[in-house]
Every structure is written in C-alpha cells, then in structure tokens.
Nanobody, 121 residues
C-alpha cells in the first residue's frame, strides 16, 4: 500500500520560512508528478506547486517567487521551501503524487494526510 506522509508544518511568524517534506512509501514503481496543495478553513483545496518527473515546475501565481518545490527521486521525497510567509498562507498543506505500482500500468493519484501551517501576524 502506498502512503504519502508530510512533515515540517507548524507555527511561524509573518515573513518567516518553513520547509515542508513529503515522503512516499510502499510498493512503488515510478513516481510521476508530485505536488503540494493547501486548504484554508471554509475554502477549497488549491494547487500550491507541482513538479513533474522531468523537473519542470508549476506554481500558483500567489506563491511564485516565494515558494520553491523540489524533489529527490532516490529518497521518494518532495519538498516545499516557503519563504516570506504571509497570514493568508495559513492552511493545511497536502502532498499529492501520481504513482505507478509494480504490475499495474496506469498511475494512481495519492494524497497525504496534511500538515498544518499557521502564520502569525
């Protein structure tokens, strides 16, 4: 069974930084696109950033220039470096990945359980 587990969330002051990590475990053949989404109370879950297998990245406009996504395929990890944090960045951050398991051709989309990020003003 494939699992995604996030870490690195917490409480940070306005203008501070946090680094989120997500590790994939289980019977994994290939990890394709990996990404981060976030959901604030009462709002929908939105894309923060994603990184494809070839290394190309996509960022939401509000995060461009402040957040950096990276991946370590050897360790099956994806990271999100968040700088110059604002109050509106407060949300639960979810890891997401398209993962192919051995013997099954199409990749399946997986979600982590989420990690809380709170930015205090």
């Amino acid at each position: 069974q494939v699992q995604l587990v996030e870490s690195g969330g917490g409480l940070v002051q306005f203008g501070g930084s946090l680094n989120l990590s997500c590790v994939a475990s289980g019977m994994i053949s290939t990890i394709f696109t990996m990404g981060w989404y976030r959901q604030a109370p009462g709002k929908q879950r939105d894309l923060v950033a994603l990184i494809r297998r070839d290394g190309t990245r996509t960022y939401a406009d509000s995060e461009r220039g402040r957040f950096t996504i990276s991946r370590d395929d050897a360790r099956k990890r994806v990271h999100l470096q968040m700088d110059r944090l604002k109050s509106e960045d407060t949300a639960v951050y979810y890891c997401n990945a398209d993962i192919q398991i051995p013997g099954y051709r199409p990749p399946t989309n997986y979600w982590g359980q989420g990690t809380q990020v709170t930015v205090s003003s």
